[in-house]
Nanobody, 123 residues
Framework: QVQLVESGGGLVQPGGSLRLSCQAAGFSSEFYAIAWFRQVPGKAREGFLCISVNDNVTQIEDFVKGRFALSRDVAKNTVYLQMNSLNPDDTANYYC????????????????WGQGTQVTVSS
């Protein structure tokens, strides 16, 4: 059974950092494109960072460029999202997604989703 489990969310002050984890079960995530999305109530889910199989293609939206980074730990079958210089606009529920296709920031490109982890940036 394919499963993705996010963790690492929480409350952080503006300017702070968090590292989210997306642990895969039932498949080897290194053979899948992985993307991170976020969503706030009343708004559409937005993709902001993805990485392809073999890590040779990435997409990153301007609003997180230079602040967020994605990495894989193949041995742990886990993908990490390092988030730095967080601001209140980053407050959202964060999701990781996986599929066999190409790196994409479009939600419908992914069949497999985690349950989400809440990130709140506030003083």
């Amino acid at each position: 059974q394919v499963q993705l489990v996010e963790s690492g969310g929480g409350l952080v002050q503006p300017g702070g950092s968090l590292r989210l984890s997306c642990q895969a079960a039932g498949f080897s995530s290194e053979f899948y494109a992985i993307a991170w999305f976020r969503q706030v109530p009343g708004k559409a889910r937005e993709g902001f960072l993805c990485i392809s199989v073999n890590d040779n293609v990435t997409q990153i939206e301007d609003f997180v460029k230079g602040r967020f980074a994605l990495s894989r730990d193949v041995a742990k079958n886990t993908v990490y999202l390092q988030m730095n210089s967080l601001n209140p606009d980053d407050t959202a529920n964060y999701y990781c997604a996986a599929d066999l296709g190409r790196c994409s920031l479009i939600p419908r490109a992914y069949r497999f989703w985690g349950q989400g982890t809440q990130v709140t940036v506030s003083s």
